[in-house]
């Protein structure tokens, strides 16, 4: 097969799996990706998903990549805080949150890390939009709130302080939180959020 022929065909997906290629040609032979892996014409992201060069520097991309390479995922966490400028220091990994195992994967793109909720616990996130791509991207509120729940040990107000939040980017609707709390149904996280709005005021 010649690679241009099937780059015509899978260049729109922007990121590509294993069964997208054998639905499109059911005699498609493995072989090509290790040739084209090498010359450099396709980017692996993890075991049966590929994406093509000319994306490793579209704005959001990879953030894109974090929801489809692992899926049901949400980007949460520490991500999301340093995005809107709560965590003052730099976030090396994309933070996602899913119902599948913890786990963790390493590309072109990035580091990619994912930890493990009850799949009844995926909500609280929104449809953000970068250029082309809809991204899955937690609230605030969610990060907050799956930072707490997944680190019990942000118990103490020593602890809490640790997390140096900037306050004046910690804009989040209280009510709101607790609101979703409920679902956890988890009173130990209930206190230590309600810690966490002491130790910054809220």
Same mark, same amino acid.
């Given at each position: 097969?010649?690679?241009?022929?099937?780059?015509?065909?899978?260049?729109?997906?922007?990121?590509?799996?294993? $069964?997208?290629?054998?639905?499109?040609?059911?005699?498609?032979?493995?072989?090509?990706?290790?040739?084209?892996?090498?010359?450099?014409?396709?980017?692996?992201?993890?075991?049966?998903?590929?994406?093509?060069?000319?994306?490793?520097?579209?704005?959001?991309?990879?953030?894109?990549? @974090?929801?489809?390479?692992?899926?049901?995922?949400?980007?949460?966490?520490?991500?999301?805080?340093?995005?809107?400028?709560?965590?003052?220091?730099?976030?090396?990994?994309?933070?996602?949150?899913?119902? =599948?195992?913890? +786990?963790?994967?390493?590309?072109?793109?990035? +580091?990619?890390?994912?930890?493990?909720?009850?799949?009844?616990?995926?909500?609280?996130?929104?449809?953000?939009?970068?250029?082309?791509?809809?991204?899955?991207?937690?609230?605030?509120?969610? @990060?907050?709130?799956?930072?707490?729940?997944?680190?019990?040990?942000?118990? +103490?107000?020593?602890?809490?302080?640790?997390?140096?939040?900037?306050?004046?980017?910690?804009?989040?609707?209280?009510?709101?939180?607790?609101?979703?709390?409920?679902?956890?149904?988890?009173?130990?996280?209930?206190?230590?959020?309600? =810690?966490?709005?002491?130790? $910054?005021?809220?």
């Amino acid at each position: 097969m010649l690679f241009i022929e099937f780059k015509e065909k899978m260049f729109g997906l922007g990121c590509f799996s294993n $069964y997208q290629v054998l639905s499109w040609k059911q005699n498609f032979e493995r072989a090509n990706f290790v040739r084209w892996i090498k010359k450099g014409y396709v980017i692996p992201l993890r075991k049966g998903f590929y994406t093509f060069p000319e994306y490793l520097n579209i704005h959001g991309f990879d953030l894109y990549i @974090a929801n489809r390479i692992y899926t049901p995922s949400y980007v949460s966490l520490h991500y999301v805080l340093h995005y809107y400028g709560v965590i003052p220091e730099g976030v090396t990994q994309i933070t996602s949150v899913s119902s =599948l195992k913890t +786990t963790m994967f390493n590309n072109k793109l990035g +580091t990619f890390t994912y930890q493990t909720m009850l799949p009844e616990l995926l909500f609280g996130y929104e449809e953000k939009h970068f250029g082309k791509w809809t991204i899955k991207f937690a609230s605030i509120e969610k @990060a907050i709130i799956d930072l707490f729940y997944l680190y019990p040990f942000y118990n +103490t107000e020593s602890e809490i302080r640790e997390l140096r939040f900037d306050s004046e980017m910690l804009k989040i609707d209280a009510n709101n939180m607790f609101r979703q709390v409920e679902k956890y149904k988890n009173k130990s996280l209930e206190s230590r959020l309600g =810690l966490m709005l002491k130790v $910054y005021d809220l």
